[in-house]
């Protein structure tokens, strides 16, 4: 029989709020790219810069427009450039965290028809900003509590 250690693991002597952090930054990279596909993103044509104008949504469901894509992918590079360390990792996922929450309200506050709404979002977007607040501000409570140096 095999001993479950036979095969290395890849992320072994990686903390985990660093695979955590780069995880996330990962799925923001790809949230951020897809919102420029046609076909992954429908109504494609309708996208615009920044505003409740842009029709363009993101698997038919999210709003986007070039600046939340945008936002997403500065937050996906940072996120890989910070999870390269221990406490640059558990920095992007408590910051990231709250940055997330701060937009959930945003969409919970804002008219959503008018200007104010730069970011174009709507009620799955708020509520998908809530998600992923809350997940990274998780992922960086649990994953520190195992606390590796490298």
Do not use: C, I, K
């Amino acid at each position: 029989m095999a001993h479950s250690r036979a095969r290395r693991n890849p992320a072994d002597g990686r903390a985990p709020v660093r695979r955590a952090a780069s995880g996330v930054a990962v799925l923001l990279l790809l949230l951020g790219v897809l919102g420029f596909v046609p076909g992954v993103t429908s109504s494609f044509a309708d996208l615009r810069f920044a505003g409740p104008a842009s029709g363009a949504r993101l698997l038919g469901l999210f709003q986007v427009s070039v600046v939340q894509n945008v936002v997403h992918l500065a937050f996906g590079v940072a996120g890989l450039l910070l999870s390269r360390t221990v406490p640059g990792a558990r920095a992007f996922l408590l910051g990231g965290g709250a940055v997330y929450l701060v937009l959930w309200l945003f969409g919970l506050a804002v008219d959503r028809r008018t200007e104010a709404n730069v970011l174009a979002v709507n009620g799955a977007d708020t509520w998908l900003h809530l998600l992923l607040g809350a997940a990274m501000l998780t992922l960086a409570l649990l994953a520190s509590r195992r606390n590796h140096h490298r």
